[in-house]
């Protein structure tokens, strides 16, 4: 019914940068909050950031002024993008999406995942 699909990770040297897109498509009546996750080995998932479709933000603490979210609703996609990037950045990054579909309700998808590595 709907699939999102995460792009942009890979190996990035500490202080460097990237970003991560996830389009969304199929059959998509419109799309509330959007965020993006994060797993590194042994530990939780945790949320990094996540946007309203009004565009108001969160962010968690250790990615402030560093990382940044926002969206492109005609493109049904939306970007991480990552400054300034730590060794402790290093994780499996989950693109969410809260999703009205054609009943009407709204549902929660999640992306495949993509592997950003940060490392001398």
């Known amino acids: 019914q709907v699939q999102l699909v995460e792009s942009g990770g890979g190996l990035v040297q500490p202080v460097g940068s990237l970003r991560l897109s996830c389009a969304a498509s199929?059959?998509?009546?419109?799309?509330?909050?959007m965020g993006w996750y994060r797993q590194a080995p042994g530990k939780e998932r945790e949320l990094v950031a996540s946007i309203t479709s009004g565009g108001n933000t969160n962010y968690a603490d250790s990615v402030k002024g560093r990382l940044t979210i926002s969206r492109d609703d005609a493109k049904n996609t939306v970007y991480l993008q990552m400054n300034s990037l730590k060794p402790e950045d290093t994780a499996v990054y989950y693109c969410?999406?809260?999703?009205?579909?054609?009943?009407?309700?709204?549902?929660?998808?999640w992306g495949q995942g993509t592997q950003v590595t940060v490392s001398s």
């Open positions: 969410n999406a809260q999703v009205q579909v054609q009943t009407g309700n709204f549902r929660s998808y």
């Open positions: 199929g059959s998509i009546v419109s799309i509330d909050a």
